[in-house]
């Protein structure tokens, strides 16, 4: 079983700035790596796929980076509709089942 | 545009079986490559993949949940549908059908509660 984690558990960053998640794999999910965003009371909503590739709609501000077991979600400027949990999932193995780390909670400061 | 809704009874007895159907609308559940899932969310905590059957009818589960787990297709119905049986508490949780590999479509999805 490929296990993700992420970190921080919390960041608590204003808004305006950077934010920078992390999401670490047991072994190599290659760029097979997608980073959700929930809401309270709300399904996930898929950001970024391919490790790097926004999904429809998601605002330039989102871009994720890495490959292999290290993974980097930046939102480079924060919104106030940005805090939320984010949680990455890989889906590389064959044939493919899902993994999901344990989340990031993005607070503001 | 997809759309996706889980329906099901919200409270089920320890030791029954928890059955919800997801209804997909907008495309059809047997065209194209996409993998069809149950993922749940226990209240507070994260994401648990349950299963999913492919447009082929093929389905791989969650080695963890893998003998109480069956995931059905009713392509006529463009539905598909989870069982889990002999739940428990830890079985409470709000259980969400989805569509894809990278997971581009989310029921709302319904909270489960095991209780007796």
């Known amino acids: 079983e490929i296990v993700m984690t992420q970190s921080p558990a919390t960041l608590s960053v204003s808004p305006g700035e950077r934010a920078t998640l992390s999401c670490r794999a047991s072994?190599?999910?290659?760029?097979?790596l997608a980073w959700y965003q929930q809401k309270p009371g709300q399904a996930p909503r898929l950001l970024i796929y391919?490790?790097?590739t926004r999904a429809t709609g998601i605002p330039a501000r989102f871009s994720g980076s890495g490959s292999g077991t290290e993974f980097t979600l930046t939102i480079s400027s924060l919104q106030s509709e940005d805090f939320a949990v984010y949680y990455c999932?890989?889906?590389?193995?064959?044939?493919?089942?899902?993994?999901f780390g344990q989340g990031t909670k993005l607070e503001i400061k | 545009q997809v759309q996706l809704q889980e329906s099901g009874p919200g409270l089920v007895k320890p030791s029954q079986t928890l059955s919800l159907t997801c209804t997909v609308s907008?495309?059809?559940?047997?065209?194209?490559?996409?993998?069809w899932s149950w993922i749940r969310q226990p209240p507070g905590k994260g994401l648990e993949w349950i299963g999913y059957?492919?447009?082929?009818?093929?389905?791989y589960y969650n080695p963890s949940l893998k003998s109480r787990v069956t995931i059905s297709v009713d392509t006529s119905k463009n539905q598909f549908s989870l069982k889990l049986s002999s739940v428990t508490a830890a079985d409470t949780a709000v259980y969400y059908c989805?569509?894809?590999?990278?997971?581009?479509?989310w029921g709302q999805g319904t909270l489960v509660t095991v209780s007796s």
């Open positions: 989805a569509r894809g590999l990278q997971i581009d479509y």
């Open positions: 999932q890989q889906y590389n193995n064959w044939p493919p089942w899902y993994t």
């Open positions: 072994q190599s999910v290659s760029s097979n």
């Open positions: 907008g495309g059809s559940i047997s065209s194209g490559d996409y993998y």
């Open positions: 059957i492919y447009y082929s009818g093929s389905t």
């Open positions: 391919g490790a790097s």
